[in-house]
């Protein structure tokens, strides 16, 4: 009898202790952080420069998350131009494993605030920033996980981003206005590299208004002249060769000016812009144009005007729609989408346009 009691016993107390080892592999297979983190950033306005690119601009830094389990952790920081969208669209940027802090240049900062999420250059874009948090199970750093991902706050940064530049297929203008000189004379470039080049160039009050198109920064290859015209107004069409006189625009002005090499002869056309703001964030809503000045130091067009934050705007040309500038793809387009007012509301705004770097338009507004 003692030794059915005592084997009573043993039996009882393993299937205690298999209760229990079930018990314990239960808890590891639901594992929960120990609380919410928090992602700080070293900065909250950052105006990034192509002058000091290896300097830093942000670090981003939070504490481990606590799994109650010793485990390997993947974090994606996550970067977002709207604030609206829950991070939807976001710019995932996924680190070492277990890594807790990530430090950006103005360099690596700028291609991620311009090239991946599109700010418009020179202007200051909320950032919306966050940490992802997840548990890497059987060594895989992005695969399935039975443990939920964990999120730390939003942390919102200000980020100026600066433009980079494309280089596209170019033409030189030289002309009677800046010393026939190649070199020094402004461009105007093919976007879509099929030899259709478009380009704005000033010509200013006095000289014979004459030009060439160049195809390098000199007169030993190619040089596009007149074959033929057409002058209507302000406005000049033509057809060019290889052998041509000088081309021309009627009088001093801003022009935008274009060629095309496919046809034979090439075809080359001149017209005379004056540039303005307009959209129902503007004084005159979407019917009258609030004028732009042009400012021959800096060849660019200004003007300071109120603007409501409920609205939007856009730029264009000679009051009307054939020449207009909204913003996709990372900067201003033609046709492009309306231009939203910056997160700072509504109240006094500069704003800029510069059409001097040919396929790289670009625009900025500041808070007066």
Not at 23 to 34: D, L, T
Not at 185 to 210: C, D, H, L, M, R
Not at 315 to 336: E, K, M, Q, S
């Amino acid at each position: 009898m003692k030794n059915i009691v005592n084997n009573l016993f043993y039996f009882g107390g393993a299937g205690l202790l298999m209760l229990g080892s079930c018990n314990k592999v239960q808890e590891r297979a639901v594992m929960m952080p120990g609380g919410p983190f928090t992602l700080s950033s070293s900065a909250q306005n950052v105006v990034l420069d192509s002058s000091t690119n290896s300097s830093t601009a942000v670090t981003f830094s939070w504490p481990a998350v606590n799994y109650n389990y010793s485990a390997d952790i993947t974090y994606t920081l996550q970067f977002d131009a709207a604030a609206s969208d829950s991070f939807k669209n976001a710019t995932n940027i996924i680190l070492p494993i277990n890594t807790t802090s990530k430090a950006y240049t103005d360099s690596t900062l700028n291609i991620l605030a311009f090239q991946s999420l599109g700010l418009p250059a020179n202007v200051a874009t909320n950032v919306f920033v966050r940490v992802k948090s997840d548990l890497n199970q059987n060594g895989v750093s992005t695969g399935p996980s039975s443990v939920a991902s964990v999120y730390s706050n939003v942390a919102t940064l200000s980020v100026t981003p600066y433009q980079i530049i494309i280089i596209y297929p170019t033409l030189w203008v030289p002309g009677d206005y800046q010393g026939w000189t190649p070199a020094s004379a402004p461009t105007i470039a093919s976007v879509k590299s099929n030899n259709v080049y478009e380009g704005y160039v000033y010509f200013p009050p006095g000289g014979t208004f004459q030009f060439k198109y160049t195809s390098s920064a000199d007169w030993n290859h190619t040089n596009y002249g007149w074959a033929s015209s057409t002058t209507s107004g302000s406005n000049v069409t033509g057809t060019m060769n290889g052998t041509g006189g000088n081309l021309f625009v009627p009088g001093a002005g801003y022009y935008y000016l274009q060629a095309d090499l496919n046809p034979n002869p090439a075809t080359w056309a001149a017209t005379l812009t004056t540039w303005s703001v307009i959209g129902d964030a503007t004084p005159g809503g979407w019917n009258t144009d609030t004028q732009m000045t042009f400012d021959v130091a800096t060849n660019t067009w200004s003007v300071t005007l109120p603007l409501v934050s409920t609205g939007a705007w856009k730029f264009r040309a000679n009051d009307a729609w054939a020449l207009n500038f909204g913003y996709d793809n990372g900067g201003l387009d033609y046709n492009g989408s309306n231009i939203p007012v910056p997160p700072t509301g509504s109240g006094s705004y500069t704003v800029t346009l510069n059409l001097s770097h040919s396929g790289n338009y670009t625009y900025s507004i500041k808070f007066n």
